[in-house]
Antibody, heavy 125, light 107 residues
Framework: QVQLQESGPGLVKPSGTLSLTCAVS?????????WSWVRQSPGKGLEWIGE???????NYNPSLKSRVTLSVDKSKNQFSLKLRSVTAADTAVYYC??????????????????WGQGTLVTVSS | DIQLTQSPSFLSASVGDRVTITCRAS??????LAWYQQKPGKAPQVLIY???TLQSGVPSRFRGSGSGTEFTLTISSLQPEDFATYSC?????????FGQGTKVEIK
């Protein structure tokens, strides 16, 4: 059973750097999966932050790209998110998730599953 | 970016009701659409992927349909555990985007 668990500080000061880690269990992070980060601001919808592959390849949301870095640590079977120069607008619940890609015949299907439980990060002085 | 617009944003229904939620994409996304259910304080869980394929373990009262720019999620007979927020997600283009969510509450 694949499980993901986010960890990191729950409070970050404005202009600081938000750093979170997602520990993966039940599967190797080198199992040809993409690993994603998604956030949800209080009372709002879900926002995709970006994704990383086992080889370090990344895709980022252009709205956050200048401030985001994703990395993977194969030895610890985990991946991480750093978001720089944070403001109150970055206050959100941050989720990590596995991006599943499966070929069925000649069709490629994809979805996010499982997700971590989420961690609330508040940006405040 | 591809915008996903869900309607309605809020829905009040009774146990046993048939419920339909619509997700419209600002441009064609074939069938690269997933639906998620999210309960308060919990992470989203996938219900449907590829617009109409039921995720393993999801009850058959959930049904997805559509392609291109218009998609629907139907719950054939609403159960007490179905009261939650439902969100669509497109996986055809980067950046991945989600609908704003539809909250299903008890009437």
């Amino acid at each position: 059973q694949v499980q993901l668990q986010e960890s990191g500080p729950g409070l970050v000061k404005p202009s600081g750097t938000l750093s979170l880690t997602c520990a993966v269990s039940g599967v190797s992070i080198s199992s040809r999966n993409w690993w994603s980060w998604v956030r949800q601001s209080p009372g709002k919808g879900l926002e995709w932050i970006g994704e990383i592959y086992e080889d370090g390849s990344t895709n980022y949301n252009p709205s956050l790209k200048s401030r985001v870095t994703l990395s993977v640590d194969k030895s610890k079977n985990q991946f991480s998110l750093k978001l720089r120069s944070v403001t109150a607008a970055d206050t959100a619940v941050y989720y990590c998730a596995r991006y599943v890609l499966v070929w069925f015949g000649d069709s490629l299907f994809s979805w996010f599953d499982p997700w971590g439980q989420g961690t609330l990060v508040t940006v405040s002085s | 970016d591809i915008q996903l617009t869900q309607s309605p944003s809020f829905l009040s229904a009774s146990v046993g009701d048939r419920v339909t939620i619509t997700c419209r994409a600002s441009q064609g996304i074939s069938t690269y659409l997933a639906w998620y259910q999210q309960k308060p304080g919990k992470a989203p869980q996938v219900l449907i992927y590829a617009a109409s394929t039921l995720q393993s373990g999801v009850p058959s009262r959930f049904r997805g349909s559509g392609s291109g720019t218009e998609f629907t999620l139907t719950i054939s007979s609403l159960q007490p555990e179905d009261f939650a927020t439902y969100s669509c997600q497109q996986l055809n283009n980067y950046p991945r985007t989600f609908g704003q969510g539809t909250k299903v509450e008890i009437k």
